[in-house]
T-cell receptor, first 108, second 111 residues
């Protein structure tokens, strides 16, 4: 069983739309959670950390539900530049586990 | 401040050859790690290090060796390359267990 499961998509949304991604994890001892963004043929880059109380960074909102073992990412007012693959990541002990990523394309 | 650098960017090997992928960081990060990324599999941890002289195995360590003689460098050695090791390899570093900074990757093909 994979540590982290994500819907691979693709999600194709018009500019200005709101889109949400979910990610489930299997290890209840997971300690830290993140969303990374990866552009085509580039390295992953941190988008935001995810805190238990939920957190927001501009148009991006991340939520963590430890009881149900999932995290979510909400993107409001989508921009063309948001087109990328979004990776759900968790840390358990010394190791990081990555989801396979959800592909987002924002259409003009 | 160059961040995380990886060399080479591209490499083609024949089955059975050995090689070393280089990774260096200039941010004085204690934590460094190697991942491979394959289609449909996501990034998988190969080996990691929490400081100079300390290394440990990740999810997929077989066929790879690492060492960490300095804080800055964390090379990954392929002992005897196999076609199953064809992948994109990313090195990352970070402060403790927070944000990981990734290098640009090495695209390896084993024939």
């Amino acid at each position: 069983r994979k540590e982290v499961e994500q819907d691979p998509g693709p999600f194709n949304v018009p500019e200005g739309a709101t889109v949400a991604f979910n990610c489930t994890y299997s290890n209840s001892a997971s300690q830290s959670f993140f969303w990374y963004r990866q552009d085509c043929r580039k390295e992953p880059k941190l988008l935001m950390s995810v805190y238990s109380s939920g957190n927001e960074d501009g148009r991006f909102t991340a939520q963590l539900n430890r009881a149900s073992q999932y995290i979510s990412l909400l993107i409001r007012d989508s921009k063309l530049s948001d087109s990328a693959t979004y990776l759900c990541v968790l840390r358990a002990g010394n190791q990081f586990y990555f989801g396979t990523g959800t592909s987002l394309t924002v259409i003009p | 401040n160059a961040g995380v650098t990886q060399t080479p960017k591209f490499q083609v090997l024949k089955t059975g050859q050995s090689m070393t992928l280089q990774c260096a960081q200039d941010m004085n990060h204690e934590y460094m790690s190697w991942y491979r990324q394959d289609p449909g599999m996501g990034l998988r941890l190969i080996h990691y290090s929490v400081g100079a002289g300390i290394t440990d195995q990740g999810e997929v360590p077989n066929g790879y060796n690492v060492s960490r003689s300095t804080t800055e460098d964390f090379p990954l050695r392929l002992l005897s390359a196999a076609p199953s090791q064809t992948s994109v390899y990313f090195c990352a570093s970070g402060v403790s267990y927070n944000e990981q900074f990734f290098g640009p990757g090495t695209r390896l093909t084993v024939l």
